[in-house]
């Protein structure tokens, strides 16, 4: 059994990745290090639900790939403004990211190809930038520690409550005084109060309004995560890291 198959929790592998993005928060292959590390049962069992759902067992029946959808940016930009599809179009151009960016630095290859559980997995893996929209979350420090604990609460990943902890961590001692400990905590009773988004049709939600989308899901609005993040910038301490107010 490979390391991305082991179901055993490797709590030094975790410590380097941590240590890693500590120094580098953009270093993305570390985030799935980190996953891989801490992962433990939690995928076995999630996917075992996913096989219970109506959408999960049209995913795997067809090996449906989310990615192949999110890829077509094409079809994307296409759809009418104020969807979730054409959010996601509009958010990636912005950040100038792709799926097929997010999938090279991912170490998924190490699945055995077209297997349920690595459908699955890549399919989890899609879902990131997704959650920024759904979530209302920026790729600021801010909003990577607020999808980091949406979707802990959401999948149960110890890998992400890790870096929404660490991430809030570091922000609060950069930005004393600011709530962000509250605004991370708020983003994950807001995951664990929405349906649950694994189990999502998300091929046909990119054509759905975003407004109705998060209604059907119960995903209600942050309260404190926008005020937060003006305050964090306007604060621009001098002796922070400047990606913190970035």
């Known amino acids: 059994m490979s390391r991305t198959t082991s179901t055993h929790l490797r709590p030094i592998a975790a410590l380097r990745a941590i240590r890693a993005l500590i120094r580098d928060r953009e270093d993305t292959r570390q985030a799935f290090l980190l996953m891989d590390a801490l992962r433990g049962k939690t995928s076995v069992r999630q996917l075992a639900r996913f096989r219970t759902t109506e959408v999960g067992r049209a995913v795997l029946a067809e090996r449906r790939r989310l990615f192949d959808r999110l890829a077509d940016r094409g079809a994307l930009s296409a759809l009418p403004p104020g969807t979730l599809g054409r959010a996601y179009y509009d958010f990636m151009a912005t950040e100038n990211?792709?799926?097929?960016?997010?999938?090279?630095?991912?170490?998924?290859?190490?699945?055995?190809?077209?297997?349920?559980?690595t459908l699955f997995r890549e399919r989890t893996r899609e879902m990131h930038d997704l959650l920024h929209i759904v979530g209302g979350y920026g790729r600021d420090p801010l909003g990577e520690a607020c999808v980091g604990a949406f979707t802990f609460a959401q999948t149960g990943l110890k890998g992400f409550g890790v870096i929404a902890f660490f991430g809030a961590m570091r922000i609060a001692r950069a930005f004393p005084g600011h709530r962000v400990r509250r605004t991370v905590f708020e983003a994950y009773r807001r995951g664990r109060r929405a349906g649950w988004l694994i189990g999502a049709d998300w091929e046909k939600l990119l054509a759905q309004p975003?407004?109705?989308?998060?209604?059907?899901?119960?995903?209600?609005?942050?309260?404190?995560?926008?005020?937060?993040?003006?305050?964090?910038?306007?604060?621009?301490?001098?002796?922070a890291p400047a990606k913190l107010a970035a």
């Open 97 to 117: 990211l792709s799926a097929e960016g997010l999938a090279a630095v991912s170490n998924l290859d190490q699945l055995p190809p077209g297997e349920d559980m």
């Open 210 to 239: 975003l407004a109705e989308m998060r209604a059907q899901f119960n995903i209600k609005p942050s309260t404190y995560y926008e005020p937060a993040l003006t305050a964090i910038r306007a604060a621009r301490a001098p002796d």
